[in-house]
């Protein structure tokens, strides 16, 4: 069975779908992934400019229905990946419960990278991706709040700005699934 993985952004729109994507890209037939919105677009495809960003990445996505998070959603949900910390509040304000899986993104990029850097994980020899992930988020939860690196945990929603507020949001997006997937392979 694979792994659950919902991202989460405002209007399901940008930045989840983009995460999703690249997750998707990053780790194909290992997660199950779905993305989400707090206060989503009801129904609205991907933004145009975030579509085209990934074609730049060879991603061509399928049509996409953005919609709001959903308490069984996030209840089934084996990680929770959020683009702002406030994102990360408002789904534990709907289920406290899943604390121990919510992340914003670069969050849990960056307890990824330590975990691996400070020797934390000790893989199963020969563990596959997923079971790798596995692990990976169970400790990350343990590790929260360890890291001595600075700096902000949110991606900005490029929705209505500039070319290069998309561009800086995506970046920033596969910045992090780049690290998370680096230190699942490691």
């Not at 993104?105 to 992930?133: C, G, N, Q, Y």
Request: one cysteine or more; glycine letters at 6%; aromatic letters at 4%.
């Amino acid at each position: 069975m694979s792994l659950r993985v919902l991202t989460i952004c405002t209007g399901n729109i940008c930045r989840s779908p983009a995460a999703a994507a690249l997750l998707g890209a990053s780790f194909p037939g290992t997660l199950e992934i779905s993305s989400a919105g707090i206060r989503a677009v009801e129904g609205a495809d991907i933004d145009p400019q975030i579509r085209e960003l990934l074609a730049g990445q060879e991603l061509f996505p399928a049509l996409h229905r953005a919609h709001t998070v959903t308490v069984p959603e996030l209840s089934g949900a084996d990680l929770i990946l959020t683009m702002t910390a406030g994102q990360r509040g408002m789904v534990l304000e709907l289920v406290p419960r899943v604390l121990h899986r919510t992340f914003t993104l670069k969050e849990f990029a960056r307890i990824s990278a330590d975990i691996v850097t400070d020797h934390t994980v000790a893989w199963a020899p020969r563990a596959d991706e997923e079971s790798r992930l596995t692990r990976m988020i169970e400790c990350a939860s343990r590790f929260r709040g360890r890291s001595s690196r600075q700096g902000s945990d949110d991606v900005d929603d490029p929705y209505l700005g500039t070319p290069k507020d998309y561009a800086q949001a995506f970046h920033e997006i596969r910045e992090a699934i780049e690290t998370i997937h680096a230190a699942v392979r490691s």
